[in-house]
């Protein structure tokens, strides 16, 4: 895992994100009765070359996320500060400028690629969007270098995506997301929907890309292993929220919340002798709804070490070893 240099410069800040999808009923009259809270006041930061891992099960609130630091949604509240821009006020003409910089590499191979484009043309269509190359010739030869880049033939091109694996379909993906040369890349499930020899084969990919052109990613994932070999700083989400932040390793090593230190536990031991004679306690009861979560603290209804101040009052990120955080009033 590369060592992130000390001092380095915030590229992302978010600061009190909240994204409220509002619930109506009737048909003609169309009365409001709630909001689902998918994420409900988050803070991180992300610095210039670094690797952020976003966990949690499913439901949390990763991919919405995400699709606000893409501006595909407009939050509610809250500040999203790319390189000092607040992102989340831009009009629609800023944002054009803003997408060369920030791109996305796509859950589904299969759906999120043109099956009436060539490959050549996928890779291609966001040069010609942006007008970053109107040479014609040229963007050609930019695509196949793209795909070189990306572990796979040049004469790719010529190929539709039905032609192809899911793994070489996922190269493709990240091939057009470097068409623009971007600063920071989300990576919203880039390898769920694979195999598991052809997500080693990505994730070495995405390392050596990070290396190669200085990129820096938001890595969505549930896969802990996967997020533990390519991510510098892990955050866990829980029903909208951020319980816990901290270094890779101290995270893994050393977890506090308890909602962390449930979920990885919950991960499967290789070797079946260990796994057999492991104790292992499942997480009680359910994840609350979104559009009505319990107050206070979301995790107490479901937590081993509640007590009756979680009941009342949200526990906020607390710095309780150096550089790791967590939002629980109980753990010291």
Sequence with gaps: MTALADGAAPLLQVRGLKMHFPVTEGMIARRHIGDVKAVDGVDFTIRRGETLGLVGESGCGKTTMGRCILRLEKPTAGEILYDGVDIAKLGRRE????????????????????PRQKVGSIIEEPMR???????RARRAARARELLSVCGLNPNFADRYPHEMSGGQRQRVGIARALALNPEFIVCDE???ALDVSIQAQIINLLEDLRDKFNLTYLFIAHDLSVVRHLCQRVAVMYLGRVVELAACDELFDNPLH?????LLAAV???????EATRTFQPVVGEVPSPMNPPPGCVFHPRCPIAVAECR????????LRPAHWVACSVVQ
Excluded at 101 to 108: A, G, K, L, N, S
Excluded at 129 to 135: A, F, I, Y
Excluded at 268 to 274: G, R, Y
Excluded at 312 to 319: A, I, M, Q
């Design 312 to 319: 009342r009052t949200r526990p906020e990120l607390r710095e």
């Design 190 to 192: 880039a390898v769920s």
């Design 129 to 135: 969007v942006h007008g970053v190359e109107p040479d």
């Design 95 to 114: 944002l054009v400028a803003l997408r060369r910089r920030i791109q996305v590499i796509f859950q589904d191979p299969y759906s999120s690629l043109n």
């Design 268 to 274: 499967p031991v290789p070797d079946p002798t260990v």
């Design 258 to 262: 308890p909602y962390t230190r449930a």
